[in-house]
């Protein structure tokens, strides 16, 4: 069984947007309250509050007459926004992030409901493929998701700087096996987001510069708008909606390359090489290009879904010569510019497409990880294994005892 997250688009009717927005806002409330307990405990006596010490205070603050509207507040959106805010104070202790902010009702906004045995009611509702929520009921959602069929324990209601609402949660499933017998490398890069071993090829897009002209026209626009005004919030609403879609072009387009290449390529293993992006984006003149290309979510998402398909996923050092070396006799090259894509081997003479050779090559270096093989300085027919077709393998066993057979080493 696999953890699979869904995030769902929510239309809710008036009643239930306006609700949503008092809930917004007390878990906003919540969190900018509870922080400013914590950091005043600190600052006065470096007395460290957790998340017990700041419920017993909002229980308290409940029964006063001018925070009674909490009463009408689901606990669960209080509680919830407590423990984020615990976790993110502890983190800062830790030395995991930056100390915490207070939040602002301009930005990004979530809440989460906890199921347990005393919403035992509402089983039958999403059985029947509805979202129902606590003191809100079924809210309306975007048809056509394969919604399962099970109560969440947890799901998080979030609204973007758009305006729109989404209800994230995640559940159980058995994920069919869809494995097969190929060996798949995948080059990464920018002019074309992915090249495979076996041909295929993932244009990048690049949705950032399709509307990059009417973004910066909303953005220059948006700096001349007086602070507070109408006129403001109108403007910020197209930034937001511009953003907005340039963010769902790419993730959909990365949700349909992944897919394709999961269905169509038949592998049994997948090998990519390690890629430091946050290193690659150092680069000022190729910075914007690397993060509007999301290698990093590429491979994420390519990575789950060769999991939930029973596909090994094996991880190539990001400096091996990929690219210099010799996809045909093995022979690699001292030095190649970036601005080279075609290149011909001076020792056999094969001429390469420089992505695709590189693919080639990670496949090859995969399958010798995989196998366990100490030489690699092996050439690349050698480290194929008897099959119907180059870049192809033997499975032996099921699960974690399936393993590659290469020929001469076992």
């Given at each position: 069984?696999?953890i699979r997250?869904?995030?769902i688009?929510?239309?809710?009717?008036?009643?239930q947007e306006?609700?949503?927005?008092?809930y917004?806002?007390?878990?906003?409330?919540?969190?900018n309250?509870g922080l400013?307990?914590?950091s005043?405990?600190?600052?006065e006596?470096?007395?460290?509050l957790t998340y017990?010490?700041v419920?017993?205070?909002?229980?308290?603050?409940?029964?006063?007459?001018?925070?009674?509207w909490?009463?009408?507040?689901?606990s669960d959106?209080i509680?919830?926004?407590?423990r984020d805010l615990?976790?993110?104070?502890?983190n800062?202790?830790a030395k995991?992030?930056?100390y915490?902010r207070?939040?602002?009702r301009?930005?990004k906004?979530?809440?989460?409901?906890?199921f347990?045995?005393?919403?035992?009611?509402k089983v039958?509702g999403?059985?029947?493929c509805?979202i129902?929520?606590?003191?809100l009921g079924?809210?309306?959602?975007?048809?056509g998701s394969?919604?399962?069929?099970?109560m969440p324990?947890?799901v998080?209601?979030?609204?973007d700087a758009?305006g729109?609402?989404?209800?994230?949660?995640a559940v159980e499933?058995?994920p069919?096996c869809?494995a097969?017998?190929?060996?798949l490398?995948i080059?990464?890069?920018i002019s074309?987001?992915?090249?495979?071993s076996d041909?295929t090829?993932?244009?990048?897009p690049?949705?950032?510069?399709?509307?990059?002209a009417?973004l910066?026209?909303?953005?220059r626009?948006?700096s001349?708008?007086?602070?507070?005004?109408?006129r403001?919030?109108k403007?910020?609403g197209?930034v937001a909606?511009?953003?907005a879609?340039i963010?769902?072009?790419?993730?959909d387009?990365?949700?349909?390359?992944?897919t394709?290449?999961i269905?169509e390529?038949?592998?049994?293993?997948?090998?990519?090489e390690?890629?430091h992006?946050?290193?690659?984006a150092?680069n000022h003149r190729?910075a914007r290009?690397?993060?509007d290309?999301?290698?990093?979510e590429f491979?994420?998402?390519?990575e789950?879904k060769?999991?939930?398909?029973g596909i090994?996923?094996v991880e190539?050092?990001?400096?091996?010569?990929?690219?210099?070396t010799?996809s045909?006799?093995?022979?690699?090259?001292d030095?190649?510019?970036?601005?080279?894509?075609?290149?011909t081997?001076?020792?056999?003479?094969?001429?390469?497409?420089?992505?695709?050779?590189a693919?080639?090559?990670?496949?090859?270096e995969g399958v010798r990880?995989l196998?366990g093989?100490q030489?690699?300085?092996?050439?690349?027919e050698?480290?194929?294994?008897?099959?119907?077709?180059p870049?192809?393998?033997?499975?032996?066993?099921?699960?974690?005892?399936?393993r590659?057979?290469?020929?001469g080493?076992?």
């Amino acid at each position: 069984m696999k953890i699979r997250a869904y995030k769902i688009r929510l239309y809710p009717n008036a009643e239930q947007e306006q609700s949503l927005r008092q809930y917004f806002g007390a878990a906003r409330f919540a969190w900018n309250v509870g922080l400013e307990m914590m950091s005043r405990a600190w600052s006065e006596r470096e007395d460290r509050l957790t998340y017990v010490d700041v419920s017993k205070q909002f229980t308290a603050l409940k029964r006063t007459p001018e925070f009674e509207w909490l009463k009408g507040i689901p606990s669960d959106v209080i509680n919830q926004k407590l423990r984020d805010l615990d976790r993110a104070y502890s983190n800062f202790f830790a030395k995991r992030a930056k100390y915490p902010r207070f939040r602002s009702r301009h930005r990004k906004q979530s809440i989460r409901f906890a199921f347990d045995h005393r919403h035992a009611g509402k089983v039958a509702g999403w059985v029947k493929c509805e979202i129902v929520l606590p003191k809100l009921g079924a809210v309306k959602w975007r048809d056509g998701s394969d919604l399962p069929k099970a109560m969440p324990k947890m799901v998080t209601v979030s609204r973007d700087a758009d305006g729109r609402y989404f209800a994230s949660f995640a559940v159980e499933h058995d994920p069919a096996c869809t494995a097969g017998t190929k060996v798949l490398g995948i080059d990464m890069g920018i002019s074309a987001l992915a090249t495979c071993s076996d041909g295929t090829r993932v244009e990048n897009p690049r949705h950032l510069d399709v509307l990059d002209a009417r973004l910066r026209f909303h953005q220059r626009r948006l700096s001349f708008c007086q602070k507070g005004s109408k006129r403001r919030d109108k403007r910020r609403g197209r930034v937001a909606k511009l953003h907005a879609k340039i963010r769902d072009s790419r993730r959909d387009s990365l949700q349909k390359a992944t897919t394709r290449i999961i269905r169509e390529s038949q592998a049994g293993v997948i090998s990519v090489e390690n890629l430091h992006v946050k290193g690659m984006a150092r680069n000022h003149r190729l910075a914007r290009s690397i993060h509007d290309a999301s290698m990093s979510e590429f491979l994420r998402i390519l990575e789950y879904k060769a999991e939930w398909a029973g596909i090994e996923w094996v991880e190539v050092d990001r400096w091996y010569p990929s690219s210099k070396t010799c996809s045909a006799c093995g022979h690699k090259v001292d030095e190649m510019d970036l601005s080279v894509r075609e290149w011909t081997c001076p020792k056999c003479g094969a001429d390469h497409d420089r992505d695709l050779n590189a693919a080639v090559n990670i496949a090859t270096e995969g399958v010798r990880i995989l196998a366990g093989s100490q030489d690699s300085g092996q050439s690349p027919e050698s480290a194929w294994i008897p099959g119907t077709g180059p870049g192809q393998f033997d499975r032996l066993g099921k699960g974690t005892e399936a393993r590659i057979v290469l020929r001469g080493c076992e």
